[in-house]
């Protein structure tokens, strides 16, 4: 037994790296996937050619450089967002089902996207994305403020009620305001979410907002690695516990509501993609987050693709139906009870 546990760990390095280099293939393939498939579809030839004369005007070129390209990118940025913010938060409670949506940021992103395009006729990309930062920090504070017992800190159950409650009550107002303002037009692309309109100008503006998240997030991982083991261990190890959870919650505002000012409102990406990745990172978020980014990104890929074959089909009902027969698998084997 003990050369059996030492062989293992010995071999969990390979196992991470194996893990990774297959899930950068994947989304390398699925990259190219949703640049030639769709409607309509394009040869291989015509897709290089289009992609080495980027800027020469022709029907493919309409196509895949202004329409598909960016679309395919904000996909992985999107997904790799929603899975790195979701595996944030449940590292950050140590609660098995934490995720932005639940806990209710995405839902004020949401409310505050309403109200802008209730008060601005034309609202530009920076405005989608300040509003939606400030929509998921007030959504945060709320909960946080709630779920808070002066003598027991943050406890997970009150947490994720707060979330629920908070989430619930966000979204019944924004519906409230939709319905006053006459805004159903407006918000329900973002309602349903989808990538269809995004664009080369929303990526200069939204993009490196994520990228800066994926990156701060992975450089300190190794931090939220020792807060979410035990908040008293991390204390006794010198961490300043309060600096890094803020900081961490930081950047889980600014991938989810960058993410929403994207794609639009969707549900458990963020809760599901962690909880694969962890039967093969263990509680290491060094390798937690890299992987999660990936899984996230093709899954998002692979679900765009899907719904530029099912016309009118919106986004968030094709992951919420890929997401469906994952949950009830990681419900039978438990994974949620984990922590």
Same mark, same amino acid.
């Given at each position: 037994?003990?050369?059996?546990?030492?062989?293992?760990?010995?071999?969990k390095p390979k196992r991470f790296w194996l893990v990774f280099f297959i899930l950068l293939l994947v989304l390398i393939l699925s990259f190219y996937a949703s640049l030639r498939?769709?409607?309509?579809?394009?040869?291989? &030839?015509?897709?290089?050619?289009?992609?080495l004369h980027p800027f020469q005007e022709s029907h493919s070129q309409n196509i895949i450089i202004d329409i598909r390209l960016p679309k395919s990118i904000a996909a992985v940025l999107v997904g790799a967002a929603f899975a790195v913010s979701g595996a944030i938060m449940q590292g950050l409670t140590r609660n098995a089902i934490a995720d932005p949506g639940l806990l209710g940021i995405n839902a004020g992103a949401g409310l505050a996207l309403i109200c802008?395009?209730?008060?601005? &006729?034309?609202?530009?990309?920076?405005?989608?994305?300040?509003?939606?930062?400030?929509?998921?920090?007030?959504?945060?504070v709320l909960v946080f403020l709630l779920s808070y017992h002066p003598r027991r800190g943050f406890e997970q159950l009150r947490l994720v009620l707060s979330?629920?409650?908070?989430?619930?009550?966000?979204?019944?107002?924004g519906q409230g305001i939709t319905l006053a303002f006459n805004l159903s037009t407006a918000v329900i692309g973002w309602q349903a979410g989808g990538l269809l309109g995004t664009n080369w100008k929303m990526l200069e503006i939204i993009a490196p907002f994520i990228i800066l998240g994926l990156i701060l997030s992975?450089?300190?991982?190794?931090?939220?690695?020792?807060l979410s083991l035990n908040e008293t261990l991390a204390k006794g190890l010198g961490q300043k516990t309060q600096q890094v959870t803020f900081f961490f919650l930081s950047m889980v505002l600014i991938l989810s509501a960058a993410a929403v000012a994207l794609v639009g409102s969707l549900a458990l990406v963020g809760l599901m993609i962690p909880?694969?990745? &962890?039967?093969?990172?263990?509680?290491?978020?060094? &390798?937690?987050?890299?992987?999660s980014a990936l899984l996230g990104a093709v899954f998002m890929l692979c679900c765009d693709l899907l719904a530029s074959y099912m016309v009118g089909t919106p986004l968030s009902a094709l992951v919420s139906l890929a997401i469906?027969?994952?949950f009830l698998y990681l419900m039978r084997k438990g994974a949620f009870y984990e922590k």
């Open positions: 037994m003990i050369h059996s546990s030492s062989f293992l760990k010995k071999n498939w769709g409607i309509p579809s394009f040869s291989q &030839k015509e897709l290089f050619e289009t992609l802008a395009y209730a008060l601005f &006729k034309n609202l530009h990309y920076s405005g989608i994305l300040l509003f939606s930062l400030l929509g998921a920090l007030l959504a945060t979330g629920a409650m908070i989430a619930s009550l966000l979204t019944a107002i992975q450089v300190f991982a190794h931090q939220l690695t020792i909880h694969f990745i &962890k039967s093969f990172s263990g509680r290491n978020y060094q &390798k937690i987050l890299p992987l469906l027969p994952s």
